[in-house]
């Protein structure tokens, strides 16, 4: 890599001036300067010497070399510009860039929508998280599986039994006189979910039906997995909707087998304890402090001591969300033996997972060398910083949302009057919400405004795809060319670097488990792509060399904002 050239070539002049340290390169963000050494002020302080001294000595005293020109700059940086060389090199390294296999093992766990009720937003940030985070795993040379974790075990199924119970309809359809679809169920649900809070004995009913399913009594199990293959049906096709895949599709109830067996390990340990008829596992870590989140920014930080405990079994018998997270850690590492588990949901369960990773720690039943992670992301708001809401009021739904954006879109593409089917439609209208998605902070809550998003213009996924598509059609319209690396004005230069920086960026990604990163260097990419692309001519460049420079400067961006999309689960069309 060039920078770690740079980086040695630093290291070995300080050292021919006595200096044993090393110097790091990061790249530069100051004009006529690609890369810069900081390291100057800790050294000096560390020395006990003047920084501004220590730079020029070391500067000074670097031998020729082909890559760099290095200088100094106040008050103690050392600034590094590529020559013509480098650049060729660095060109050569984007163009050759491999990620090593590594030898971990992550398991991804995200989407988890709730078998019987709509999707709600938060699934739909947890499903484009989820999808990008697994690619940048795979990208980075990881082994990946992923599971999507319905919520299949608990009441809603069990409410929308109470429902066609009541309406008289249920043994019609358990039998199969009538025929349940996805329709019935999403009809039935909300009117349930509504009635169970006006009405004790429908709630209590809709309860008993729950437990009955989960202790596998007929006819009400056989019915439950009828009510489960519909909706994971639908499931599915949101998936597709949303270009997002899984290895598995399993759920909450795919952990009942080991609900026992994880109850009795935390037995045995006492390491569980009655509490009001139910069984509890302490995981509170002693003088810990608990920040509880702030209502105004000068607010005195207050704190919830200690953790509360992990309920693990109800006083009825009755089976817990919790439980089943830690029934799956326990069969997930018997059958796939991940290094490391990575949870996405909304931030409203951080608590939640602390509790549950400190349990299955304490019982072994997560090794100690195993990697538990949570991301727990913000919400996705509406233009007023308020939940998202439909025209008339009501809460948006996951596919509300995607209808309403598609609707944009479709809106903007005839402004544009471009010819376009379904599948562009949802493809821009995806790219409009995973790049809004994907490019915040991600435990932060962001404002969704659809008109900006959707935008062709400015920090925007259609401005990305748009960007592709043109370099697409100038490279049709070429032919075929010579490779040629020479890159050799200042708009060029900013675009090889900028490639430079996204291919970086997936490391950043990594570590921060978050891709605004990547969204950053790729918007960069683009606008520096465009910079260049209005400065100079392309396809009429008279000079051969210097044209088909051009050519291949568009095929490498091409090939990397293909990859970066691929990451991010954003298609890139033919043309928009
Ligand atoms: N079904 C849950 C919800 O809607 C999300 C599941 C997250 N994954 C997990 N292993 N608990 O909130």
């Not at 040695?8 to 050494?37: R, W, Y």
């Not at 995200?110 to 709509?118: M, R, T, V």
């Not at 039935?188 to 009635?195: D, H, R």
């Not at 308020?386 to 309403?404: P, Q």
Request: glycine content about 6%; overall charge neutral; some cysteine.
């Amino acid at each position: 890599m060039i920078k770690k050239e740079a980086e040695k070539i630093l290291t070995s002049s300080a050292k021919s001036q006595g200096v044993e340290d090393e110097f790091s390169v990061v790249f530069s963000n100051m004009p006529n300067c690609d890369f810069q050494c900081n390291s100057c002020f800790s050294v000096a302080k560390k020395l006990n010497t003047n920084p501004f001294e220590l730079a020029q000595k070391i500067v000074n005293s670097i031998p020729s070399n082909e890559f760099f020109e290095f200088s100094v700059a106040k008050p103690a940086f050392i600034n590094i510009k590529l020559t013509q060389i480098g650049l060729e090199k660095l060109g050569k390294e984007i163009l050759n860039h491999k990620y090593l296999k590594k030898k971990e093992h992550i398991f991804i766990d995200y989407g988890g929508p709730n078998l019987g009720k709509a999707m709600h937003i938060g699934h739909m940030r947890s499903f484009n998280i989820g999808e990008a985070l697994k690619r940048l795993y795979k990208k980075l040379g990881y082994k990946v599986t992923s599971d999507i974790f319905f919520g299949d075990w608990g009441m809603p199924l069990g409410l929308i039994m109470a429902m066609l119970e009541k309406e008289g309809t249920l043994e019609k359809y358990m039998s199969g006189e009538l025929n349940l679809n996805i329709e019935v169920m999403n009809e039935a649900y909300p009117k349930a979910s509504k009635l169970k809070d006006e009405d004790r004995f429908f709630k209590e009913r809709a309860e008993s039906l729950t437990l009955a399913f989960q202790n596998k009594q007929e006819p009400y199990y056989d019915f439950w997995k009828k009510l489960r293959d519909v909706s994971v049906k639908e499931a599915k096709k949101v998936c597709k909707l949303l270009d997002a895949d899984f290895d598995l599709w399993n759920g909450e109830s795919d952990a009942r087998e080991y609900i026992d067996t994880v109850i009795n390990i935390f037995k045995e340990k006492n390491l569980a304890r009655e509490s009001e008829g139910a069984l509890v596992v302490d995981v509170a870590v002693e003088g810990e402090q608990i920040p509880l989140p702030k209502k105004t920014p000068d607010e005195v930080q207050r704190y919830d001591n200690p953790m509360p405990p992990l309920i693990i079994q109800k006083s009825n018998g009755g089976e817990l969300y919790a439980t089943s997270d830690i029934a799956t850690i326990y069969y997930r590492n018997k059958f796939y033996h991940p290094d490391i588990l990575h949870y996405l949901t909304d931030g409203r369960q951080t608590q939640r997972f602390t509790q549950i990773f400190r349990a299955c720690k304490k019982a072994g039943i997560s090794p100690a060398n195993q990697q538990l992670w949570h991301t727990g992301f913000g919400t996705m708001n509406g233009k007023d910083g308020k939940a998202f809401k439909t025209r008339n009021g009501g809460n948006v739904g996951l596919l509300d949302l995607i209808s309403m954006v598609q609707e944009k879109v479709e809106e903007k593409l005839k402004q544009n009057g471009t010819d376009y089917d379904n599948e562009l439609k949802r493809i821009i209208a995806n790219s409009a919400i995973k790049f809004a998605d994907l490019s915040n902070v991600v435990e932060k809550d962001y404002v969704f405004d659809i008109d900006k998003f959707t935008s062709f213009e400015g920090k925007t996924g259609p401005y990305i795809q748009y960007t592709a598509c043109r370099i697409k059609s100038i490279l049709n319209k070429a032919g075929s060319f010579k490779e040629n690396l020479s890159f050799y004005t200042p708009e060029q230069k900013a675009v090889v670097i900028s490639m430079a920086k996204l291919q970086a960026s997936y490391e950043t990604a990594f570590n921060e488990k978050s891709l605004s990163s990547v969204c950053n260097a790729l918007y960069d990419l683009a606008k520096n792509f465009s910079t260049f692309y209005n400065a100079e001519r392309i396809i009429s460049e008279q000079d051969l060399n210097k044209k088909f420079t051009k050519l291949t400067l568009l095929k490498l961006t091409l090939n990397e904002i293909n990859s970066a999309c691929d990451v991010l689960a954003i298609e890139v069309p033919e043309k928009m």
